[in-house]
């Protein structure tokens, strides 16, 4: 199982741990696992050349290539964050913004094989929300199947968590992790991915708003 991890954060706090804690219990080799920090990427300046013409026009784009390749040849994509103010950090939704272009109703690299993980923690509240809204880019991809780990600490810092939600937390990734080390290989994109990915199909076949989309979608077989 190949697993690409991009933190919305650099340094090694909760949010880290959280991650890892997952990891450790997912049936890979530790040299399947590819890291990313994505805090380095400029600012999407909303030139919208990735969406009109060509994604290599991005002036961030030598930033991207290689997070992208990882993503391409995952198995699992991992994507976390901290809960900053309700939602994800700036860095990760900068990250996301850089790859607007390959939402369904634009040009999507085929993803509905894959698994999709959005993990958070927030001090008390919007780890929930966070993590749904990692889901929906990842969603939006076409990555076939997501699931959501979000963690309230409901503390200062890890070590002051009580042994109660940790041992509940415990359990909740051990499930987790038992239910992606069974999916890998046979995932089945569910009926929002499937629908979402027709109607964006129908949309490109017949509206054909943007050239190259719909010579991309024509190209990958997936309209006539
Ligand atoms: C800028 C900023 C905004 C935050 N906003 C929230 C918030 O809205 N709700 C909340 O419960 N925690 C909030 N927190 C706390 C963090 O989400 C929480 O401590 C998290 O576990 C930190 O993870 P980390 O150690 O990986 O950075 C915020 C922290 C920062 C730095």
Not at 10 to 39: A, P, W
Not at 112 to 138: D, E, F, L, P
Not at 155 to 180: F, Q, Y
Request: aromatic share 8%.
């Amino acid at each position: 199982m190949k697993i690409s991890v991009i933190h919305g954060q650099t340094h090694k706090g909760n949010t880290y741990r959280l991650t890892h804690m997952l990891l450790e219990q997912l049936e890979c080799k530790k040299e399947d696992i590819s890291e990313f920090y994505v805090n380095g990427i400029g600012l999407c300046v909303g030139c919208a050349q990735c969406i009109y013409k060509d994604e290599n026009l991005c002036p961030h784009r030598n930033g991207m290539l290689s997070i992208i390749k990882a993503m391409e040849e995952a198995d699992v994509i991992i994507m976390d964050s901290p809960n900053y103010c309700m939602g994800m950090s700036g860095q990760l939704k900068n990250f996301c913004d850089h790859l607007g272009y390959r939402w369904m109703s634009h040009r999507p690299f085929d993803m509905r094989k894959k698994i999709g993980v959005g993990i958070a923690t927030a001090a008390g509240m919007g780890a929930g929300k966070t993590a749904k809204a990692i889901c929906s880019q990842m969603s939006w991809w076409s990555v076939g199947r997501t699931f959501r780990l979000a963690f309230a600490l409901n503390a200062a810092d890890w070590e002051e968590v009580s042994e109660k939600p940790m041992g509940k937390l415990k359990k909740k990734i051990r499930k987790l992790a038992n239910k992606i080390n069974r999916s890998y290989g046979r995932v089945k994109p569910g009926f929002k991915t499937r629908a979402l990915f027709k109607m964006m199909a129908l949309m490109h076949k017949n509206m054909a708003w943007n050239e190259i989309e719909t010579a991309h979608w024509k190209d990958n077989g997936w309209i006539s």
